[in-house]
Each structure stands twice: as C-alpha cells, then as structure tokens.
C-alpha cells in the first residue's frame, strides 16, 4: 500500500506512464512469488519463528537503504524483487506458527484476526500515507515502514518463543506431536521441545498435494481473491486520481473504509465460521462453502458495479463491500489449509499464496496495459468505459472460483 501511493506521486511526476507503472508496481509480485513455497519448506523445517524474524529484518533493511526515484528503474526493480522475495516468507511462516499453536476449534478466528492486521495496515496506510507524501515526499513513507519494521522485529525477537511442548494444552488440541512423540521416547520429545518438528521424521507428499483437488480448490480462489486484493490495492489511487479526479489528500478517512471494512469483516467471518462449527450448526465442509460462496458472490457484484458510480461516495461503498466479503470468503479457503493438512499448513500455504501471487502479477500489470489500451483508443481515463475491464475480470473470477470451491473443497484432514 505504501509504496503504490508512494511511486504514484513520484511516477507521475515525471510523466510514467500506465503501462510503465503497472510493470513496476507487479515486480513486488514478481519476487514475491519465488519465495513462497521455499518459505513454507523453512518455516516448517527452522520454524516460523526465526523465518519471521528474517524476513522482517531483510524487507525493513531494503526499505530504509533504497531511494525511492523512478528515473533510476533497474534499482527499483531490484529492490522491489528483494522486498517481495522477504515478504513471502510471511504467511507460510504464520501458518506454520497457528498450526502448532492453535486447536481445531480455534482456527477460523485465530487465522481471520492474524490475516486481518494487513487490512488494517491498508486502512491507516490510506489514512496517513498521503498526508506524509504531500509533506515529507515519497521518500518519508519506506522511512517510516522501516521503522515500524524495525520495531517489530524487536519485539518479536525478545517476545516469541519456539513451537508449544508437547504437554502444552494449545499443542495438545492442536494435535501438534500426537503421532511423533511416544512417551518412552525422551530422545524426539526432546527435540520438539527444543523447537524441532515433524518434517525431522516424515517425508512431505509433495505429489499428493500438487494432485488433490480440495488443494486446488484452495489454490484458485486464493489467486481471484488476490488478483481483486492487488488490483484495488495498487489502481485504487490512481482511479480516484484519474477516473474520479479527486486527490487522495483531499478525500480525508473515506478512503480507508475499504481496507477497515476488509478488517472488520474478516473477523466477523472467523467468529460466524468458528461457531456454526463448534455448535454444530454446520459441518466445518458446510461453513467453509458458505462462507466462501457468499462472500466471492457479493464481492462479484459489488467490483462490476463500481465502475458506474461517479463519486467518491459510490466508489468507496462498492469498493468496501467488495473487499469486505472477499475478506469475509477467507473464513472459507483461507482457513481450509489448516483443515485439510494441518501438520503441512505452511507448505500448502507457500502452493497456494504462490497462485495469489502470480495474480498480482498478471492482475497489477494487465490493468497497466488495460489502461494503456484504453487511452490508445482515444478513450480519456476519467471516463468509466475506461475503467469497466479492469473491475469485471475480478468480478468474473470470483464468481467462476467460488464454483470451484463449491464443488471440489472439503472441511476434512486429507493429509495426515
């Protein structure tokens, strides 16, 4: 988020163009993508704790020492693929973390209000970041995302400690350990008290994974509700700036409400998802399509819509509803990791936030040229037929991956 509203103001000022800036904004995704399932493979072979750690130094490191100038391209391109290779340790590690902390009836909420910090970030991203931009300059937003790095990392070298013991009673409803430490044998419960793990003694299905179908179900939405996740998150400035001309200065809190819906939304997800489950209201198969089903549906209508709103009150209400229940599906493929392999959450994490990644790639840099295309027609960019494309793929990809979901996704453990 900071560096989209960054490198707009910066671009712009010395003429980028759509096409120009799109391939620069999808390079993040570019190193993102590489790390993915490497980073699910080192969080469960050294544990989330220490890939965490890494990669918050390694990203807050790139952002304090690079300069932010457009002109200069090659060093941007490095230093957005070295960010994006850090920042893909993130999530497999998280994953990897909740799985052993966190039991079976505790999983939607838990992953919701984890997953929920990015939204939240976005929110006051919104918020802040274009008042710092006007002025500090482009410069003071990797200043200040340094320093809360920084601090971070900090805190969570001297706060975390390793994977739960055995005995812990999170580790225990979590079934973390339950096939790999017979009581007689002091020589492996010792390991994992040390912050060993599973991956020491059994051998990943890499094939079963890559072949099951639930997986894949997984894995498709997780690339729709990225490819409508990055699209907003990166155009969103600049169709307020050029399709509604407007300032983001001059639109003060209104322009958070997408990302602080996304938040809230989240939660509520997880809370709904984890007492239709524990009531026994809903099988956890039932709640994940659900949830899934009806938060990509509305998502999908809302995105179409947006483009025939013409104010910033339309464009914000269509844009939070939108994320906010693609925030809200993430109560169902999000959390289905840690249904249907919770001992290889972080791998299949890494596989399936590889898919969310590709669609930041494809989906940030097709709407540069989408727009390219459009201005080649003689269209002007404040014009809403500009626009409709890049908000209907999304849409059609929500409504074709919660099909998919429907049909192929289960609530049960299929790796043991």
Not at 328 to 336: E, P, Q
Not at 381 to 396: K, N
């Amino acid at each position: 988020m900071g560096f989209s509203i960054a490198y707009t103001v910066a671009a712009d000022a010395i003429g980028v163009d759509q096409s120009r800036k799109g391939l620069i904004l999808s390079t993040f995704y570019c190193g993102y993508v590489v790390s993915q399932v490497p980073g699910g493979w080192a969080a469960q072979r050294l544990g989330g704790r220490h890939v965490l750690l890494m990669s918050f130094v390694l990203w807050s490191s790139t952002c304090a020492l690079v300069p932010l100038d457009p002109s200069k391209v090659s060093i941007l391109v490095l230093a957005r693929l070295l960010v994006g290779v850090a920042q893909g340790f993130i999530f497999p590690s998280i994953h990897t973390v909740l799985a052993q902390w966190v039991p079976p009836h505790e999983r939607s909420r838990s992953v919701s209000l984890t997953m929920s910090g990015m939204y939240l970030g976005a929110a006051g991203g919104m918020l802040l970041l274009p008042t710092l931009v006007k002025y500090k300059g482009p410069q003071s937003v990797f200043v200040v995302e340094a320093a809360l790095g920084a601090i971070w990392s900090i805190l969570w070298f001297k706060c975390a400690s390793d994977p739960p013991r055995s005995d812990h009673p999170k580790a225990m409803a979590a079934g973390f350990g339950d096939s790999l430490l017979p009581k007689t044998r002091l020589k492996d419960k010792m390991r994992v008290q040390n912050g060993g793990n599973s991956l020491n003694a059994i051998k990943i299905p890499w094939k079963r994974i890559i072949f099951s179908l639930p997986v894949w179900a997984i894995v498709v939405n997780n690339f729709t509700f990225h490819y409508a996740l990055y699209v907003l998150m990166n155009w969103l400035p600049t169709y307020f700036e050029l399709g509604l001309q407007l300032s983001l200065q001059e639109m003060g809190s209104s322009k958070m409400l997408p990302y602080l819906n996304m938040f809230i939304f989240s939660n509520i997800g997880g809370v709904a998802a984890d007492h239709l489950i524990t009531r026994r209201i809903l099988s956890v198969t039932k709640t994940r399509k659900l949830l899934n089903t009806v938060g990509f549906i509305i998502a999908a209508f809302a995105l179409m819509a947006l483009p025939y709103f013409r104010t910033s009150m339309g464009t914000v209400f269509c844009s939070s509803l939108s994320l906010g229940f693609l925030a809200l599906g993430r109560a169902g493929f999000a959390v289905n990791h840690l249904d249907v392999a919770p001992r290889y959450a972080g791998i299949v994490m890494g596989v399936s936030n590889t898919a969310g990644t590709l669609a930041g790639i494809v989906g940030v840099g097709l709407t540069g040229s989408i727009l390219e295309a459009a201005k080649a027609a003689n269209l002007d960019l404040s014009s809403s037929e500009s626009w409709r494309s890049v908000f209907f793929v999304p849409g059609y990809l929500c409504i074709f991956s919660s099909a998919i979901f429907l049909i192929f996704a289960t609530g049960e453990r299929i790796f043991e």
